[in-house]
């Protein structure tokens, strides 16, 4: 697990354990790429309970996209929830090395929901975001490719 924060600036326990604060779990999906799109945020408590689980539709877009939506849509969650300490993890390396400025933003699209995203990120001193592997983020995955399929499976209700 890789952590946007640096090993001094990381604030101890919130990687990989609950009893730090909010454990935000994030995934995009899109049946084609653009094509239906859904995202997926699962809040974790404290004591490992659900707090929230979030399946929604998008419309039409990119993977990629799908994966900003669902980091603007947790980092939108997380404002009213608390002030502690939340670890937001995803499996995506594009949205994770692109935040932590290691990855240029290229695509016209992308720039317009990574300058959001870290402008809400900056609002939020105690957030930090991880990358994990696929198999870490199983929950969210599911709930993003839910609203993406019954998009597909109820068409007249997709809209770009």
Do not use: W
């Not at 604030?11 to 999906?29: C, E, F, H, N, Y």
């Not at 859904?38 to 659900?50: A, K, L, M, N, T």
């Not at 399946?55 to 877009?61: C, H, L, Y």
């Not at 001193?125 to 969210?140: A, G, M, Y």
């Amino acid at each position: 697990m890789r952590s946007l924060r640096s090993d001094s600036d990381r604030r101890p326990g919130i990687a990989g354990t609950r009893t730090a604060g909010l454990l935000v779990q994030i995934d995009g999906s899109s049946l084609g790429n653009p094509g239906p799109a859904g995202i997926g945020v699962r809040i974790v408590g404290p004591d490992g309970s659900v707090v929230k689980e979030l399946s929604r539709f998008i419309g039409i877009r990119t993977n990629n996209q799908a994966e900003y939506e669902g980091l603007l849509c947790a980092l939108a969650e997380i404002r009213g929830l608390t002030t502690g300490l939340v670890a937001i993890r995803t499996d995506s390396e594009l949205l994770y090395y692109q935040m932590a400025g290691r990855y240029k933003v290229k695509n016209p699209g992308l720039k317009v929901l990574h300058a959001k995203a870290r402008e809400l990120a900056a609002a939020l001193p105690n957030v930090s975001i991880e990358l994990v592997r696929r198999e870490e983020n199983k929950e969210t995955d599911k709930l993003a490719k839910a609203a993406a399929q019954a998009a597909r499976r109820h068409p007249h209700h997709v809209q770009g």
